[in-house]
T-cell receptor
Framework: KAGVTQTPRYLIKTRGQQVTLSCSPI?????VSWYQQTPGQGLQFLFE???????NKGNFPGRFSGRQFSNSRSEMNVSTLELGDSALYLC??????????????????FGEGSRLTVL | AQTVTQSQPEMSVQEAETVTLSCTYD???????LFWYKQPPSRQMILVIR??????QNATENRFSVNFQKAAKSFSLKISDSQLGDTAMYFC??????????????FGKGTKLSVIP
């Protein structure tokens, strides 16, 4: 079974540009979450999508947006890039959306991430 | 607010020795789940071990075990017989309900573990 696939793996942009990152979840997984990882702040939650609907959003400015398609693939977009947006962006998928239970481990399956450098 | 604190930014251990990584969390919920995730250098994050708060018995997975102290809100990870492949960032995480049917993981800032030959 293929894992979570993120593209591109590495990219370099300049301030003011925009970027789109893609995430293909594990087949059958309908929930996709995005996290930003930086050395200083650690892992911070961006947003979560389930069945093409954003159900939860972290404390990030409106420049960060996302969407999910009917096949559960997700994209996130960052507009008007700033130097501080340089980070590893991680996508994670999970089987169900109802949270952990005796039948659902609540485990997230992560991709390898997209490393964004803003110059 | 839900918070997770890992007080040890970096640790090292000799191969074959035992090491314990600390984690404390803060929540007002009674039923929740805690996780330890491992992120090897330049590789994807994977789940190491999971603990349900309603279970008093500490979870174990081969060489990995936890010491879950619910009253103290403490969730430490013990790695026995450390191996070179255990070198990684370790993140403690807490899953909580964030509304609208959505669950969210809150992570600690991580502990960088180096296993020394």
């Amino acid at each position: 079974k293929a894992g979570v696939t993120q593209t591109p793996r590495y990219l370099i942009k300049t301030r003011g540009q925009q970027v789109t990152l893609s995430c293909s979840p594990i087949s059958g997984h309908r929930s996709v979450s995005w996290y930003q990882q930086t050395p200083g702040q650690g892992l911070q939650f961006l947003f979560e999508y389930f069945s093409e609907t954003q159900r939860n959003k972290g404390n990030f400015p409106g420049r960060f947006s996302g969407r999910q398609f009917s096949n559960s693939r997700s994209e996130m977009n960052v507009s008007t890039l700033e130097l501080g947006d340089s980070a590893l962006y991680l996508c994670a998928s999970s089987l169900v959306a109802g949270g952990p239970s005796t039948t659902n481990t609540g485990e997230l399956f992560f991709g390898e991430g997209s490393r964004l450098t803003v110059l | 607010a839900q918070t997770v604190t890992q007080s040890q930014p970096e640790m090292s251990v000799q191969e074959a020795e035992t090491v314990t990584l600390s984690c404390t969390y803060d929540t007002s919920e009674n039923n929740y789940y805690l996780f330890w995730y491992k992120q090897p250098p330049s590789r994807q994050m994977i789940l190491v071990i999971r603990q349900e708060a309603y279970k008093q018995q500490n979870a174990t997975e081969n060489r990995f075990s936890v010491n879950f102290q619910k009253a103290a809100k403490s969730f430490s990870l013990k790695i026995s017989d450390s191996q070179l492949g255990d070198t990684a960032m370790y993140f403690c995480a807490f899953i909580h309900y964030s509304g609208a049917g959505s669950y969210q993981l809150t992570f600690g800032k991580g502990t960088k573990l180096s296993v020394i030959p």
